[in-house]
């Protein structure tokens, strides 16, 4: 994940791997030290140090907190929360009406998904089409998950009418 903004003539870059979790911070092109788990040193022209220190997360929007102030990388306004949750609508379903197959698949591929719109969301795409594409991972991953459940839960069925043909 890639985030810019530009503030009183400094263009932040942020980075962050979401395999790795390795975060790295730019100011103006010049990468800046990292001294924590979430803090970064500037040296300035002066010779004196400042700090700046990440805050949030991808979910809930990333800002930075300089000397200066805060700068705000990503901030989710309201449809965002609802374009990044809204496919794990399908975990209400999975849990009250599929039991712990159903409920698990369900979990797994509704976090799935709001982690795919949360990246779309931070793309560089238009909003209809981010929305268009939010609503497609909704859909898709409550499909998936459904007719996963199905196709394992008939084999479970299958294999237990195999062992015993004269319960069921």
Do not use: H
């Not at 997360?57 to 809204?86: A, H, M, P, R």
């Not at 909003?127 to 991972?137: A, N, Q, S, T, Y």
Request: aromatic fraction near 10%; hydrophobic fraction near 50%; glycine fraction near 10%.
């Amino acid at each position: 994940m890639q985030l810019t903004a530009e503030v009183n003539g400094v263009l932040y870059l942020y980075e962050e791997n979401f395999w790795t979790g390795k975060k790295s911070l730019t100011a103006n092109g010049v990468p800046l030290t990292k001294t924590g788990k979430r803090q970064f040193s500037v040296t300035k022209e002066d010779g004196t140090v400042s700090y700046i220190t990440v805050k949030g997360s991808f979910l809930s929007g990333i800002s930075l907190l300089t000397s200066e102030g805060e700068v705000v990388l990503v901030k989710n306004k309201w449809y965002d929360w609802v374009l990044i949750f809204l496919p794990m609508v399908g975990i209400v379903v999975g849990v009250a009406g599929c039991g712990a197959l159903g409920g698990g698949l369900s979990a797994l591929f509704g976090f799935l998904g709001a982690f795919v719109n949360a990246t779309l969301l931070r793309s560089k795409l238009s909003m209809p089409v981010k929305i268009l594409l939010c609503i497609v991972v909704f859909a898709v991953a409550n499909v998936v998950w459904f007719l996963l459940y199905l196709v394992i839960a008939n084999a479970i069925l299958d294999a237990v009418a195999g062992i015993l043909p004269n319960v069921l």
